[in-house]
């Protein structure tokens, strides 16, 4: 193990102090609730920002031995929050030193040996220090100590401070969030599985639940804290109205307008499934059925998210939004602008352009949800009034992908239609797909590049095949490469523009008793060499 720098060792510290969550699975977050620092042997307040400057400092610069610091541990689970003290500094024998003490009771330090009077039985106590350049931890869980903390030091201490990061729940009381989480886990949570049952859903109940109800808490908390609760609130592109349905449920008023009707609609208590509208949303026609609404939620929306702060900005409301699927104004798939950063980053970033063109003083934060898309952008105040600008910057970015004659003014808005249209192959008739995959296959095989499979680009096996075989699959969604890619078990990728026969390959077979083969091995039917696998190994029928 390398060996970890002074420095190295107080940004790991700095990092575990407020992130004690990352290395305990039943705890949502860390609230510090005091902080001292040790002078001349006495402790006296201080703050945060002091507690993080030191320790960012050199050593050698520092002008206090130490800090007790006071924290909150929030529960995933258990009602009560848990209190804990830690100390950071250095001890009696010059070692570079952290102790955590999880307790029932805040207790004052008394000497440099500390005892721990009253720890919790749900967490471990444990200390960290830095001897001779080694990572030294101490606990009772070696197994946690070794594969969990010390692994996290290690990684934290090597990290560079990043002050333009987005912190999670930096915009409201995330020990009021918690609490409210947890709560409306209890009320709804039961309840709203049965839904999905009753509607006998595709989607994954889980996901959906949990993510609703951690976007509804901290909803009401934001609301809350900034004084902006709503009169009424409309979810644009709402789905399965889930959303909605736990606002009204908590006495949020509120609609939910979505191009289509879900199952999930017709199972809510009628104050959630009348609110609940059946309805495109066309941005330049769009206008509110009801006066009162004064909030716009726009919860992983897809073509209306860049919409949301211009349709604020139209109608004088606040806005909340989670960006999900990259989309420009148009409708069109969204077109790079910064391809140094990644692809979600970029989209958010020019939603971001889109919100302050717009006359608004956008706020981010990042939620805790289980979804990758958790970058929330939210106009609660705006710095004009004046909408000349934003539909000036609206007809700009739409005349980019203006769609028709380019002499007619009219600008053509592409969104989702009504019907949405399958379009993978798995709609196209059995007897036309067979027919394909078997003349590709004795293509590639005719390649003959060695005794099992050739290669041929996409464009050779394009050019070998007629009108009229093309015309069954052409109106789908990656036509030809789409059906080569949903038959994987027979072709496979090899990079660029090529593809080829997969060989097939062992692996672990299922228990008999839960496996059932339910299909012919292509290969045994159509390779000249037959299938490479016994009986036992494959997962087709021989």
Not at 265 to 290: H, K, M, R
Request: glycine share 6%; with cysteine; charged share 25%.
């Amino acid at each position: 193990m390398s060996a970890v720098e002074e420095q190295q060792f107080w940004v790991a510290i700095g990092i575990l102090i407020k992130n004690y969550h990352a290395l305990n699975k039943k705890i949502f977050g860390v609230v510090i609730t005091q902080v001292q620092k040790q002078q001349d042997e006495q402790l006296c307040d201080s703050t945060q920002d002091e507690l993080e400057m030191t320790l960012r400092e050199q050593p050698e610069r520092r002008t206090c031995k130490g800090f007790r610091i006071g924290f909150k541990l929030l529960p995933k689970k258990l009602k009560e929050n848990i209190l804990a003290t830690g100390f950071v500094g250095e001890t009696i024998d010059t070692f570079n030193y952290l102790l955590f003490l999880f307790l029932n009771v805040l207790t004052d330090f008394q000497e440099r040996h500390y005892k721990c009077l009253f720890a919790s039985d749900d967490f471990e106590n444990f200390s960290v220090r830095l001897n001779g350049g080694q990572l030294e931890v101490e606990s009772k869980q070696t197994e946690w100590q070794e594969f969990s903390l010390k692994s996290k030091l290690l990684s934290w201490s090597q990290s560079k401070q990043d002050d333009t990061k987005v912190k999670s729940l930096g915009l409201v009381n995330v020990e009021k969030y918690n609490d409210l989480y947890k709560e409306l886990k209890q009320k709804h949570a039961q309840r709203l599985l049965q839904y999905w049952q009753t509607a006998q859903e595709s989607t994954d109940p889980l996901k959906f639940i949990y993510e609703d109800l951690a976007i509804a808490a901290y909803l009401i908390v934001l609301w809350a804290q900034t004084q902006t609760e709503p009169k009424a609130f409309a979810d644009l592109g709402c789905g399965n109205g889930l959303l909605v349905h736990i606002l009204n449920a908590e006495g949020y008023k509120g609609y939910g307008y979505d191009i289509r009707k879900r199952k999930l609609w017709s199972l809510y208590p009628e104050e959630t499934s009348s609110n609940l509208i059946e309805q495109a949303v066309e941005p330049n026609s769009f206008g509110l059925d009801f006066p009162d609404i004064d909030w716009l939620i726009g919860n992983h929306s897809d073509e209306l998210s860049p919409w949301l702060p211009v349709l604020a900005g139209r109608l004088g409301t606040h806005f909340f939004l989670l960006p999900c699927c990259p989309y420009e104004l148009s409708g069109a798939k969204f077109q790079r602008r910064n391809t140094s950063i990644s692809a979600y980053q970029d989209f958010f970033h020019y939603v971001l352009t889109v919100s302050e063109q717009c006359g608004f003083e956008t706020l981010q934060d990042r939620l805790k949800i289980p979804s990758t898309k958790r970058l929330a952008l939210l106009g609660l105040k705006r710095t004009t009034r004046d909408t000349q600008n934003l539909e000036h910057f609206v007809q700009e970015e739409l005349q980019k992908y203006k769609i028709g004659d380019p002499n007619d003014e009219t600008i053509t808005i592409k969104l989702r239609e009504k019907e949405e249209r399958v379009r993978n192959c798995t709609q196209v008739d059995r007897c036309i797909i067979d027919g394909l995959v078997l003349k590709i296959f004795r293509l590639l095989l005719a390649s003959h590049e060695d005794s099992w499979s050739g290669r041929l680009s996409m464009r050779q096996i394009a050019q070998t095949l007629t009108k009229e075989e093309l015309s069954g699959i052409k109106a789908e969604c990656g036509g030809i490469k789409t059906l080569l890619r949903n038959k994987h078990e027979v072709f496979q990728f090899c990079g660029g523009d090529l593809f080829g026969i997969r060989k097939p390959q062992t692996t672990a077979v299922p228990h008999p008793r839960l496996t059932t083969k339910k299909r012919d091995c292509f290969f045994k039917l159509h390779h000249p060499l037959g299938c490479p696998l016994d009986d036992a190994e494959c997962t087709f029928i021989h």
